[in-house]
T-cell receptor
């Protein structure tokens, strides 16, 4: 149990376009979902925390207008990278937790590699 | 701010060898400490955790002890298997829960026959 999927696993897009990444909890209801970004040979950096039905809380330095997060249901959160540029190329990972505030274990998705040309 | 430093990889070991992956941390207060593992093509999975000083987390033959005096949480296994090949991440949470995790850079382990 506690499986989290992400779609797509890889995406290549042109500069200036928008890309949507989906994160789904397959066998449990996720009150809280987290979005991370990972650069090569670097740590996972938390971008934002979202609770179902409310606005996401973004970490300092993360542009909320550029990285739009929607957590409309207890099994789905989406991250939309708007007007993507090459510097947005990265590995994006989501995680989900059963309880509010992430007080339970986080279950991670396999990640989405975004390449912006 | 909080930070986690872990040894760079890759670490290459023969099967049945002893494994140590070092992890040290910087945090205010008394964080909870975690080891996550990522097998090829899969998401990160919680391997073990410790929530207070001198606690030992253990799972699947892996162990790590929360050492407050040295701010360390080194991962050990007495005899590795090929199936242990993966990337291992050390992480901390200063909220006492699994929320707002701060990760290390990850250490790739490759176990050969």
């Amino acid at each position: 149990g506690a499986v989290v999927s992400q779609h797509p696993s890889r995406v290549i897009c042109k500069s200036g376009t928008s890309v949507k990444i989906e994160c789904r909890s397959l066998d449990f209801q996720a009150t809280t979902m987290f979005w991370y970004r990972q650069f090569p040979k670097q740590s996972l950096m938390l971008m934002a925390t979202s609770n179902e039905g409310s606005k996401a809380t973004y970490e300092q330095g993360v542009e909320k207008d550029k990285f739009l997060i929607n957590h409309a249901s207890l099994t789905l959160s989406t991250l939309t990278v708007t007007s993507a540029h090459p510097e947005d190329s990265s590995f994006y990972i989501c995680s989900a937790s059963r309880t509010s505030g992430g007080a339970d274990t986080q279950y991670f998705g396999p990640g989405t590699r975004l390449t912006v040309l | 701010g909080d930070s986690v430093t872990q040894m760079e990889g890759p670490v290459t070991l023969s099967e049945e060898a002893f494994l140590t992956i070092n992890c040290t941390y910087t945090a205010t207060g008394y964080p909870s400490l975690f080891w996550y593992v990522q097998y090829p093509g899969e998401g990160l999975q919680l391997l073990l955790k410790a929530t207070k000083a001198d606690d030992k987390g253990s799972n699947k033959g892996f162990e790590a002890t929360y050492r407050k005096e040295t701010t360390s949480f080194h991962l050990e296994k007495g005899s590795v298997q090929v199936s242990d090949s993966a990337v291992y991440f050390c992480a901390l949470s200063d909220t006492g829960t699994a929320s707002k995790l701060t990760f290390g850079t990850g250490t790739r382990l490759q176990v050969t026959l």
